[in-house]
């Protein structure tokens, strides 16, 4: 069964980048024993993720110019990228863009992973829109021993401490990696 996980890194203050949208500051903590990437992969079918990601995923790994690197990172999975603009894509990757609310891409977007799971890189308002629809299923946090003056925020959404359920807690290196199950709610 489908479920929609969003997956990131955090500093301890509850910024998952700082105030130019860069992850440079999260690069150079130590993530000792870390689950590697490819681990997590297996269960991914979708990536979605909004256009500050997207771009600066494009830019720090120079994807437009070397399209190859695409698929060392994301294999041949259908990315879902959420933008109000056209963005340039690396050439032989699926990337979707595509506008509006989270709700109005759902179907398409489970149809997409084909039993998979769907992975909600980031930001964090993107997140919450699945969220706000009852379709986020679960909440896996790195935090990072840092903290950032300012930038985007972790999840920007009012949660109650009964909507979210501690399933897990790992520590990898300076890293605390916490894992949530969403409760969604009744009727």
Do not use: C
């Not at 479920?3 to 903590?29: C, E, H, P």
């Not at 949660?159 to 916490?178: C, I, K, R, S, Y």
């Amino acid at each position: 069964m489908t479920r929609v996980v969003y997956y990131t890194a955090s500093s301890l203050n509850g910024f998952i980048a700082d105030d130019r949208n860069s992850l440079d500051w999260l690069f150079a903590a130590e993530t000792g024993d870390a689950p590697s990437h490819e681990e997590f992969m297996r269960d991914i079918g979708v990536i979605v993720e909004g256009a500050t990601t997207y771009e600066w995923v494009l830019a720090e790994s120079k994807l437009i110019e070397h399209p190859e690197k695409w698929r060392e990172f994301f294999g041949d999975l259908p990315t879902y990228v959420f933008s109000h603009r056209d963005l340039p894509i690396p050439e032989g990757a699926d990337v979707r863009i595509v506008s509006g609310d989270a709700i109005e891409h759902l179907d398409e977007i489970v149809r997409a992973a084909s039993g998979s799971d769907v992975w909600i890189v980031g930001g964090g308002d993107l997140a919450g829109q699945f969220y706000d629809i009852n379709a986020l299923d679960e909440m896996q946090v790195s935090i990072a021993p840092a903290t950032l003056s300012g930038g985007a925020p972790l999840f920007p959404r009012l949660t109650e401490p009964n909507e979210l359920d501690l399933v897990g807690v790992e520590q990898h290196g300076g890293f605390a990696h916490l894992t949530y199950r969403v409760r969604q709610p009744l009727g």
